[in-house]
């Protein structure tokens, strides 16, 4: 499995995904992954299944320095009062001390950038979590952010062969801040596309392994694919033992004019 060292933070690139699992499936989906090999698990507050993943931490028998574990406060609990009562719900859910990656999950134009990161560096210095980083964030609000002086690990978008993130990604690389990709098979959009299953065949992968190992080859990119099924679980790891040449990858890369984001709510930023 490769990993990405960040700052301090030694991640495992590619992390399960947690999105839409209720809490019966996010406990059999994060069990059967830990048992699969994987060492990296992403959860939120409003996914409703922290608690759900803490008691498959438990039963999984991995000891829980072994994982790298992420949550992510609602953008509802972001003021000065709600946020850290919030985390000690989440950590109480998931049966830890702290998580490895806490991470405001949406902005919210409510709540100036600076209160927010405020309380996220205080759970940090308070032991809640090692690192801290940001979802959703635009290049606007990652100025903010960085004004503050926190020592961002993430951004957590999403970023898939369909979407163009160029400008964001570049600003991510000039700050050495990594990007955490999520829906990074467009919630099952790459999987047909011609090009991808092109470069599939020559390889014997799907177009959605070829989708993460485009991911894997690229600096400072994790990724957290999320699947209801185990054989999805499995064929998702299988993405380590072939690579793709430089003219695949450009090929890839040109997928991006399309710009089809799967994920927009109406609360969301104004994208780069």
Known sequence: MKEIKIKDALIPALGFGTFQLDSTQAKTMVEAALHEGYRHIDTAQIYRNEEAVGEAIKASGVARDQVFLTTKVWRE????????????????????????????????????????????????????????GVSNHTIALLDEVLATGADIITNQVEYHPLINQTK?????????????????????????????????????????????????????????????????????????????????????????????????????PQWD
């Open 77 to 132: 609990s972001l003021g000065a009062k709600d946020f850290l009562p919030s985390v000690e719900e989440s950590l109480r859910k998931l049966k830890t001390d702290h998580v490895d990656l806490l991470l405001i999950h949406w902005p919210n134009a409510a709540v100036p950038v600076a209160e927010y990161m405020e309380q996220l560096m205080e759970a940090q210095q308070k032991g809640y979590t090692k690192f801290i």
């Open 168 to 268: 964001l990604y570049t600003y991510l690389q000039e700050h050495n801040i990594t990007l955490t990709a999520y829906s990074p098979i467009a919630q099952g959009k790459v999987i047909g596309n011609p090009t991808l299953k092109s470069i599939g065949a020559k390889y014997g992968k799907s177009e959605v392994q070829v989708t993460l190992r485009w991911l894997m080859q690229q600096d400072n990119v994790l990724a957290i694919p999320r699947t209801t099924k185990t054989e999805n679980l499995i064929s998702n790891l299988q993405i380590f033992d072939f690579e793709l040449t430089p003219d695949e990858m450009e090929s890839i890369n040109g997928l991006r004019r399309e710009n089809l984001r799967v994920i927009n709510p109406s609360f969301g």
